[in-house]
Every structure is written in structure tokens, then in C-alpha cells.
DNA sequence: GACGAATTGTCAGTATAAGTAACATTATTC
DNA sequence: GAATAATGTTACTTATACTGACAATTCGTC
């Protein structure tokens, strides 16, 4: 599944449009969809992201979460169950950290976030 | 037409969560889900909408717009998925400990733990 | 290859939206 | 009535969506 920055671009390209267009249209500056279109920049509001939807003639919910066709009327693509994973990011992230890490440190660690031990609460 | 607030409640009433479960769940603190819930309140980010949109099955333009379908799919049960199950008895306790954390807590944990920090590695 | 135009990338600054923690209130259970 | 759980509210802090300006890259033309 892309990111939202991805589906961002692929909005806008599938326009044909230059951020500069696309920015006048929506009515914000060329800058904001530039910072759109990257991993470490902002996220359009919801109002923002509606409005590109629109435009683009993209499914709302796709643009948004990558869930579900891309286009309005595309044939849907089934998504696994798996999809709706149950652990958040930052709980999967915690894992993948704590999976890299040798036993006795994770033993620390575990030690360190202990209910009602005073280092981290 | 229901308005935001009342949609972000019947979101989390739909997993039957609650504030405090939900919050964790999505990585924020149990008063921004209370403030997302009322008219006064503040709205959530795209990202904590698309999260709950994820989470609870509800349809991301639904949540944010109160058009289209409700329900993408069914929702997802409260009980996590086949995969914590796989998780060792270690990896259990390291989320349940970590879920008592406050958000500030998890993210300052997970920065302990970073690949290449000097910290604990 | 040079050059200019078009396009995109990046950054510092700003206003405010979104978040937090703490305290208050209400609801529920016994 | 007490204890606990859940929710409401508020003052304050932090994060961020956006802007304008400057930098870098890409593209088209000669």
C-alpha cells in the first residue's frame, strides 16, 4: 500500500498537472503541494484532500487510506484481512526495535517500563 | 447529516472502546479523543482520521464528510489479530507495558531503542 | 554545451490547529 | 455511600499546515 504523499502525486500526474496548477486550483500556494508530495513534509487538510478527490476524479477513501479501487467505478481489488492489522505503527515499530535487540537487553527494557517504577512514569 | 464530533463517537462506540482504549490504540492521549468527540472540541489530523477509519471499518469519507457508506467492511473485533497470538510471551508483556505509557513515554522509549542509539545497544 | 524557462525541492517563519496534563464531573458498580 | 471507571473541561504547549523566498534540477531549444 503507497503513502499518502505517493497517492498525493499520482493524483496530481494523473491530471497532467504541474504543482503550480494544481495549487491554483485548489486554491493554496505551490509550496504546500510540493510539501504534499514528500515523506517528511505536511499532509493536506481534509477539506484539501477532498477537494483534490474531486478534481482527480480519485475515490476519496483511496487517496486517503489506499484502501479500496482508485478510481471511482475501477473494479475492486480485494484486500487481505491482514490489511486491518489489529497493532497500530507504533506498536509495530516498538516490535521491530525490540526484535533487534540482544535478550538481556530486552529483559532491561522490559525492567525499565514496569508498572509502577519511577525511570519512565 | 451528523456532524464530525458525532461521527468520531459512533466510530469508537462501533469497536465498543473506550476514550482511553481508543487513545491508546492510536497513539494519542485520552482528552484528544474526548475533544475529538465533542462540537467544541478539536478535530483530529488526517492521519488519526484515516487511522480510525482503519481501525473501525468505517469509510474515511464518511468520517471526515458524513457522505458515502458507513461501513467499509466489517469491523474489526477489539481482540487483536492472529498475530499476537504468534507473539512471544515477551513481545506480550513488552505491549501491554507499553500501552500504559503515556504517548510522550512511548515515543521517548521508542527513541531509546532506535537502531544505532548508543543508549541500549 | 549553453541558456532560459519550467518545474520541483527545501527552509525559516507564522498563525493556529491539535495535542497534552491536570483537575472536575458524572456514571456505574458494589 | 464509597470506589472505580468513564467522560468533560480548561489552560497551556507543541506540532503543523501553510506561506514566501531562495536553491536545485529538469527540460526544451538553439
Chains 1, 2 share one sequence.
Not at 493524483?11 to 504541474?18: D, E, I, M, V
Not at 494544481?22 to 510540493?34: D, K, M, N, Q, T
Not at 475492486?76 to 538481556?104: G, N
Amino acid at each position: 500500500m503507497s503513502a499518502l504523499y505517493h497517492r498525493v502525486r499520482e493524483a496530481r500526474r494523473l491530471l497532467g498537472l504541474s504543482q503550480e496548477s494544481l495549487a491554483a486550483e485548489l486554491g493554496v500556494s505551490r509550496s504546500a503541494v510540493a510539501q504534499w508530495e514528500h515523506a517528511a513534509g505536511t499532509s493536506p487538510s481534509v477539506d484539501h484532500l477532498s477537494a483534490l478527490a474531486r478534481r482527480s476524479g480519485m475515490c476519496f477513501e483511496y487517496l486517503a487510506t489506499g484502501r479500496g479501487p482508485r478510481i471511482l467505478g475501477e473494479p475492486m481489488v480485494a484486500e487481505p484481512a491482514a490489511e486491518y492489522d489489529a497493532l497500530t505503527e507504533q506498536q509495530k515499530q516498538l516490535l521491530e526495535r525490540f526484535r533487534l535487540l540482544s535478550p538481556r537487553q530486552r529483559r532491561a527494557l522490559l525492567e525499565l517500563i514496569e508498572p509502577e517504577r519511577s525511570s519512565l512514569r
